[in-house]
């Protein structure tokens, strides 16, 4: 228990490190403009080259990695369980520590990817490693694909989701935190998957275990039309053929999987999600606005008396402005159905509440060298038409919260 006096003394010395990192990015986003030159956009993320490994009868197989960290300053800070960073005004956590081994050619591939991870995100609490490897353990993506030709591929094991235009982890992207519409998404599930491609249109369809639930209910897809080298447009769709757990799994009485994350997103397997992003680059500059909708209707079984519904909007940007500086920001809006306080209704899924309204905004400011990057990232959120007790600080009741994240790391 953190005595009161203690509480006052993290809190000023929050208040100095995130005057400290304020001037950081301040500082990198003007060093950024002056060193701007026109170089093509560079996503952030692993390097294209890999360290070659020759395994004999298997053929060639490439071994990627990342170690990256971050500390974090907020204010309005939220009483939370043992493992989450929440309830504290400064702290840090290893956001990557993984390996990566893939082969990507020949008819017989397959991806790997091993290691430690949390999953920074936008107004919601922040959780270590530690807590965060109980959602799917050390191995994240694990699957086989067996691809007969450069059209056709199918794949089956531990696999990426379709939905969703921002990726899993923070090194995959050019914010440290992802955006609420990716707080109600998963990032892995179960299952087989069929791509093909032809011309400028590429599907894949997925039949897989929704929001990690053991349970081979689901199906989805994504829909892609490269216009030109310039724009892309993404139609996505998923839902739950059938229905998944009871009431009684939801509120903890009961339990039909020993992975406390299948429980807590029974809401979200039991819905269906369908969203559309845009993707525009041209030489330094990417801009990708997405539309999603999370419907959740009806369910006796589950234990829902009303059908509710999640709309979520977001616009992601991202400058380079030259070889090693780039600039990034995603701004975010959500709301719920209903009103706070409603019942019968399972669609708090960003935890603000039944009828809320949400903003988002962070900015990110990156130096990348090589395997080396740093990067800082101011982000506000603030909630309006929420229940007290659903928002931030020890109380719940206060709708804004500001933070300041630094993270560094190493990628080959």
Do not use: C
Request: glycine share 12%; charged share 10%.
């Amino acid at each position: 228990m953190v005595t009161e006096r203690k509480q006052g003394l993290l809190a000023n010395e929050g208040s100095k490190v995130m005057k400290f990192l304020v001037k950081k990015i301040t500082l990198a986003a003007l060093l950024s403009i002056a060193a701007a030159t026109n170089t093509a956009a560079n996503a952030f993320g692993l390097p294209s080259s890999s360290f070659k490994i020759d395994a004999g009868p298997v053929g060639n197989v490439s071994v990627q990695g990342v170690l990256s960290g971050y500390g974090v300053w907020q204010d309005n800070p939220s009483p939370s369980s043992v493992g989450l960073l929440a309830s504290k005004h400064v702290g840090t956590a290893v956001s990557n520590a993984f390996v990566i081994v893939q082969k990507d050619t020949g008819l017989l591939q397959f991806y790997v990817q091993t290691g430690a991870y949390s999953f920074p995100q936008v107004g919601a609490p922040l959780a270590s490693s530690r807590s965060s490897i109980n959602v799917w353990g050390p191995l994240t993506w694990a699957y086989l694909t067996i691809a007969p030709s450069k059209n056709f591929s199918f794949e089956i094991g531990r696999l990426p989701v379709l939905y969703g235009h921002t990726s899993t982890f923070s090194y995959q992207r050019n914010s440290i935190e992802g955006g609420m519409l990716w707080g109600i998404e998963t990032g892995l599930n179960r299952g087989i998957q069929l791509n093909f491609t032809k011309g400028p249109m590429s599907l894949s369809v997925s039949w897989n275990d929704g929001y990690y639930s053991n349970r081979y209910n689901w199906v989805d897809g994504l829909l892609t039309y490269t216009i030109n080298d310039n724009n892309s447009i993404d139609v996505y769709g998923g839902g739950n053929l059938g229905s998944t757990g009871t009431l009684a799994d939801y509120e903890g009485i009961s339990s039909y999987s020993h992975n406390p994350y299948v429980n807590a997103s029974l809401g979200l397997d039991n819905s269906d999600i369908y969203g559309i992003y845009y993707e525009y680059t041209n030489g330094p500059l990417s801009i990708s606005p997405e539309v999603q909708v999370i419907d959740t209707p009806k369910n006796k079984n589950f234990g829902t008396t009303k059908g509710s519904y999640n709309l979520g909007v977001s616009l992601q940007a991202n400058y380079q402005f030259s070889k090693t500086w780039s600039l990034a920001t995603d701004l975010n809006y959500a709301t719920a159905s209903g009103i706070p306080g409603d019942g019968g209704i399972a669609g708090n899924f960003l935890g603000y509440g039944n009828g809320m309204h949400a903003w988002a905004f962070d900015i990110t400011p990156t130096y990348q060298s090589g395997g080396y990057f740093i990067r800082e990232e101011l982000s506000l959120v603030h909630v309006s038409n929420y229940a007290p007790g659903n928002v931030f600080g020890t109380q719940g009741t206060n709708p804004t919260q500001v933070r300041a994240m630094l993270e560094t790391g190493f990628m080959f």
